[in-house]
């Protein structure tokens, strides 16, 4: 071309405005919320699906951050400000990673792992909700056993409230603790909520009120003279014909049986 | 508050001002994304990404070394590299795969038979030129966006890229060069196209 031949320092000059020009833009608003969301200082939510129904799941770079029913979006958002004190907007969905993992707690397949973000509650909250991880699915604990486990063996009603606050339900199950006499006590979303969960999990919720309401608190077996809960997996294999029923620790200890090494009713002797 | 004392205030209360620092560089760090990658949703994710990172790594670091950090081409640096892994983990869609230099020309060629104004032309110079940009040699890419877009001079490009700074001016040099003649070829094709 005849111009570019003729003029070919302003032809570069032209290119070096043009690409000085390219570097004239601006990042889209949805960059600061989700950097401020990576880092954890704001929060994400969307509707998800569960066992007990729609409710509305809140996460940031450190995990998800809240488990809530609400009857509106506008509800949930106030309660979230409220307890958390961070903005947070509504997306569409989970993250890709988020979504699997939300999947993996109801697949019932292996004990699933959850990314949760535990800021802002006590030492005490945080070694109770860790204890109440550890209980299989399947299974139930007594407010009781979480006191004694983490060494505070006085603090049930502490551990009750610890457990009312839990920000994530579901993800740390605090549905798999109950009253020491075997009911199945109360829960964030409800009892009925707390019986519909605890059924898809496999535990027959009607069979452990009718224990509770004999006041049976301990099966034992016959052949290996070890008493456990009555929904740990090794009372659940005792055969009818071998199964002894306990209404105490003291009961079991005086038939001469010891406490179950892996649901522990009672620290062993 | 200036990015000369965002330093002393990140070491000060990191939580407190890290949105100050994505304030003052996301648009930068975004330019530079949507140069190096050609395309404007993973120039986002590449942006996030760096910037996130960027606030994890200041975590642990101690006062005195965010202090003595010069910032922007650190902040540089951190996003190449978070662009150069997605390039490994093939996680970007090159533009060169959906936007070759052909269909580049046959798209302007469309448009301008409908309405030839200025405006469209210089819209659409600057999208050539995005073009070509993407589809330049990585090390020249990288150094020409450097030099040319983020204005970034000689030393500093050589600092973030650990280059010897000639390495680096031969490297914006040829990718200069390079883009001037996709640029003369794609008028020429133009200009016989109109007649």
Known sequence: MQHDTRRPFAQARALVRQLHDLGNVCAPATVLASILEGIGQRDAYTLCTSPIGPVYVAYNGLGISAVMA??????????????????????ETLPAAL?????QQWSGKRRPVSRVDLRGISEFERAVLHKAREVPRGEMRPYAWIAREIGHPQAVRAVGTALRRNPVPLLIPCHRIGKSD??????AFGSAAKH???????VDVNALEHLAHAGVRYHGSDTTRIYCFPTCRHARRISARHRVSFRSETAATAAGYRPCAVCRPALAA | MHEQELPTALAGDLDNNFARLVEIYQDRLYAFSLRLSGNPQDAEEITVDALVRAYQALTRYEGERIQALALRPWLYQITLNVFRNRVRGQRLQLVSQHLTEE?????????????????LERAELRETLATLIAELPERERVAVV???????????IAGLLRQPVGTVKAHVHRGMRRLR???HTHAEWRETDAT
């Not at chain 1, 075997?182 to 829960?187: A, K, S, V």
């Open chain 2, 146 to 156: 450097l030099r040319h877009i983020q204005g970034s001079g000689y030393n500093e």
């Open chain 2, 103 to 119: 269909t580049a020309a046959l798209h302007v060629a469309d448009e301008e038979a409908s309405r030839p104004d200025a405006l």
């Open chain 2, 181 to 183: 003649e996709a640029l």
């Open chain 1, 196 to 202: 519909a969960i605890l059924t898809t999990e496999g």
């Open chain 1, 182 to 187: 075997g009911r199945i006590g109360n829960y």
């Open chain 1, 99 to 103: 979504a699997h993992m939300w999947q």
């Open chain 1, 70 to 91: 609400a009857v509106s979006a506008t509800e949930f958002e106030q309660a979230f400000r409220a307890r958390f004190k961070r903005s947070l907007r509504q997306v």
